[in-house]
């Protein structure tokens, strides 16, 4: 029998999250593609994010037919790696009246992102953004394919941090951690380093 859930952050109710999530706002609209097999999974950042702006909207599938009236009047842009992709620190700022700047960001595994933009070749034709190297991603349960790999909510964070600089967005990661720590206590501190070859925090 599955245990009581938040409705909000779908989390089982002794570990609800919303407490810690907050209610942001940003200037740079971000629009979250989710591939349909994150939506259940327990470590799902990307809802996380969509929680903690007002300015996000997540929609969850495989094909995204109202996709061209998502983007219909922004200045669109696609947070993902291409060989013509901009560093996203190195985009001109948008004037503080223009809100019209619009991120798109996939969320999913890299093959289940790539096959959204394959799926949807309005969204691979986008202008790309990557971001600039930064800190490890603090994921610590799920195993990268790159050092440099971050979580969804990682990644938003460090893509408004750059476009709305000085304004931070960091206090979206705070149920992030949270998310984390409590997993790897559920796991233990055994299992934790035997399968991610690093000690638990605090040991």
Sequence with gaps: MSRPACARCQRPLPFCLCALIPSLASRTRVLLLQHP???RHPLNTARLAALGLS???????????ELPLWLAGHDAWLLFPGPEAMRVDLLPPAAVSESRRLLVIPDGTWRKARLLLH????????????????AP??????????????STVEAVVAALNALEAPRRFDALLAP???LIDGQIAAMGPETFARNHGRAAPGD
């Design 137 to 150: 991603s603090r994921y610590r349960v799920r195993k990268a394919p790159a050092a440099a790999a971050l």
């Design 37 to 39: 097999s994150e939506r």
């Design 55 to 65: 300015n996000a909207r997540l929609e969850i599938g495989e094909t995204f037919a």
């Design 176 to 178: 992030f951690e949270a």
């Design 119 to 134: 799926a949807n070749p309005l969204l691979a034709a986008l202008p790309r953004l990557t971001l600039p190297p930064g």
